[in-house]
Nanobody, 123 residues
Framework: VQLQASGGGLVQPGGSLRLSCAASGRTLSGYAVGWFRQAPGKEREFVASITWNGSRKYYADSGKGRFTISRDKSTVYLQMGSLEPEDTAVYYC???????????????????WGQGTQVTVSS
């Protein structure tokens, strides 16, 4: 499964972006999906995740109240609002193919990773 993250870009503080994660050649149905990010000089960190059926969603404290993860049959979205310069990072999506997987922030549970999309928050 090849994941494609898109939707990044340059946005001013307080602005919004919607990231998308899609799989080439198939849908993401049945996969739990997570978003992670890595800022320059920092370790990759968990942002949000959603279970295969969308019944459970989890957020890192940094994104609670500002980020929303959602999904349809083919794509997982990360709606980001009230963006801050501290949100600047490369954002990655990852998929867990295990049955009824609920990996949350456990990077080792994810089987597939996308290439990342750059989000830059700056005035």
């Amino acid at each position: 499964v090849q994941l494609q993250a898109s939707g990044g870009g340059l946005v001013q503080p307080g602005g919004s972006l919607r990231l998308s994660c899609a799989a080439s050649g198939r849908t993401l149905s049945g996969y739990a999906v997570g978003w992670f990010r890595q800022a320059p000089g920092k370790e990759r960190e968990f942002v949000a995740s959603i279970t295969w059926n969308g019944s459970r969603k989890y957020y890192a404290d940094s994104g609670k109240g500002r980020f929303t993860i959602s999904r349809d049959k083919s794509t997982v979205y990360l709606q980001m609002g009230s963006l801050e310069p501290e949100d600047t990072a490369v954002y990655y999506c990852a998929a867990d193919s295990s049955l009824l997987g609920d990996p949350k922030g456990n990077e080792g549970a994810y089987d597939y990773w996308g290439q990342g999309t750059q989000v830059t928050v700056s005035s």
